[in-house]
């Protein structure tokens, strides 16, 4: 019985893996390939591009929408411990202390290194 616990587990990344495959063929077989000229240009918007179309973007913005759900994931914990406050006691609100100094540390941080400043 102990060698059939990931069993399960085995079947459904099997079926899973299967699912994807059959999921990016069947497109390839059944749908039309007609290329056409329009269906090649780059569409911007409904305009003509100017100049180069492959820009770079700047990679603050990728720090600023990095710095922003690791903080937001970080406080959705605070919810549940907010509901327990009462029940756990001092060493839960010791943990908690720390873990928003920790917090507070890496948003120091961040902003020391200019993450969050907006271009």
């Given at each position: 019985?102990?060698d059939n616990?990931?069993?399960?587990?085995?079947v459904?990344?099997?079926?899973?893996?299967?699912?994807?495959i059959?999921?990016?063929?069947?497109p390839?077989?059944?749908?039309p390939?007609?290329?056409?000229?329009e269906?090649?240009?780059s569409?911007?918007?409904?305009?003509?591009?100017?100049?180069r179309?492959w820009?770079?973007?700047?990679?603050?913005?990728f720090?600023?929408?990095?710095?922003?759900?690791?903080?937001?994931?970080?406080?959705v914990f605070?919810?549940?411990?907010?509901?327990?406050f009462?029940?756990?006691?001092?060493?839960?609100f010791?943990?908690?202390?720390?873990?928003?100094?920790?917090?507070?540390?890496g948003?120091?941080?961040?902003w020391?290194e200019?993450?969050?400043?907006?271009?």
């Amino acid at each position: 019985m102990g060698d059939n616990n990931f069993a399960g587990v085995g079947v459904f990344l099997v079926g899973a893996m299967a699912v994807s495959i059959i999921m990016m063929i069947v497109p390839k077989i059944l749908a039309p390939h007609k290329p056409h000229k329009e269906k090649c240009t780059s569409y911007e918007c409904g305009n003509e591009t100017i100049g180069r179309t492959w820009l770079g973007f700047k990679s603050n913005y990728f720090m600023y929408a990095l710095v922003f759900t690791a903080f937001d994931v970080e406080t959705v914990f605070l919810y549940p411990w907010a509901l327990t406050f009462q029940k756990l006691g001092t060493f839960a609100f010791v943990e908690m202390f720390v873990f928003i100094v920790i917090l507070l540390v890496g948003f120091w941080y961040a902003w020391k290194e200019g993450a969050l400043e907006w271009m």
